[in-house]
């Protein structure tokens, strides 16, 4: 029987492509986002294209108690949930004391508060089926910590990528698989307008990487894997002025 993606945050970007590409592969895909028109738009799209089920539905994030009863609604609909990718976040963030602290409250509250009520509906889930694969978007900016506007938003996938490990440690005797993804610089909506990022690549090539590195479930990935694995590694020891270079 195909498998069921759920995607948060399928309405652009890399939530879209990553849906794209896992229809591509035969995968029903359990979509949401607050932009339900983009959504029913891709829906009917994946099912023409690759006759696979999609189902979407609205949903706010930062509505705590809506993530799970749209997570479970899902589970309802399609039996099995066996993968669950909490992608949905904004890049909102602006320099420290500022005068912006409501930009990277929100920031923060997406990124981090919205992604730990995404685990535990997901969790959830996967704890009465005994079986399922969590995967979280965090970012390269969690790898230290960042400037100007990165700088809530990497503590926030900073935050998510140890969130992340904290469940793998809680469920490592378990059949559920937890990944944690690291992407470097993709051109979507969420860096619309910013001048050349260093080594972007475009939506559809990331979106690729990214797919194919969770159908393998890694503990964690670098997507793309060049230049950003050594890069990574690189930031955690680097001193800050030369990281800083990469926000
Ligand atoms: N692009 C990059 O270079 C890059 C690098 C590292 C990590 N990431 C991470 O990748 C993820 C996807 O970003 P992207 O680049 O694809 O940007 P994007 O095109 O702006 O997509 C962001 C998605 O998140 C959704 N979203 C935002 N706030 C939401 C909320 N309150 N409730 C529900 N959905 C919400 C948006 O949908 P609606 O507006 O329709 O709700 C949209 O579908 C983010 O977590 C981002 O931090 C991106």
């Known amino acids: 029987m195909a498998k069921t993606v759920l995607i948060t945050g399928a309405s652009s970007g890399i939530g879209a492509g990553m849906a794209r590409e896992f229809a591509q ?3 029903n895909l359990a979509i949401c986002a607050r932009r339900i028109e983009r959504l029913e738009t891709l829906k009917q799209e994946l099912e023409s294209q690759y006759g696979v089920k999609v189902i979407a539905k609205t949903l706010d994030v930062t509505n705590y108690e809506q993530v799970f009863e749209v997570f479970r609604a899902f589970k309802n609909d399609f039996g099995t949930l066996d993968r669950v990718i909490v992608n949905a976040g904004v890049g909102e963030g602006r320099r420290i004391g500022k005068g912006n602290f409501e930009i990277n409250r929100s920031t923060v509250e997406t990124n981090f508060i919205s992604a730990l009520a995404q685990c535990e509906a997901a969790v959830e889930i996967f704890r009465a089926q005994n079986s399922g694969h ?7 900016s969690a790898m230290r910590g960042m400037p100007k506007h990165l700088t809530a938003y990497g503590a926030s996938k900073a935050g998510v990528a140890a969130l992340a490990e904290g469940i793998r440690a809680e ?3 378990t059949p559920i698989k937890v990944t944690t993804i690291f992407p470097g610089y993709i051109r979507t909506e969420i860096n619309e307008g910013a001048k050349k990022l260093p080594f972007e690549v475009d939506e559809k090539t990331g979106s690729r990487l990214l797919a194919a590195e969770i159908d393998k479930e890694p503990v964690k990935a670098y997507v793309p894997k060049w230049p950003w ?3 990574g590694l690189a930031m955690k020891v680097l001193p800050l002025r030369i990281v800083n270079k990469l926000g």
């Open 25 to 27: 592969k035969g995968y």
């Open 134 to 140: 969590l995967v979280v978007i965090s970012s390269m």
């Open 171 to 173: 469920l490592i005797d």
């Open 229 to 231: 694995l050594p890069l």
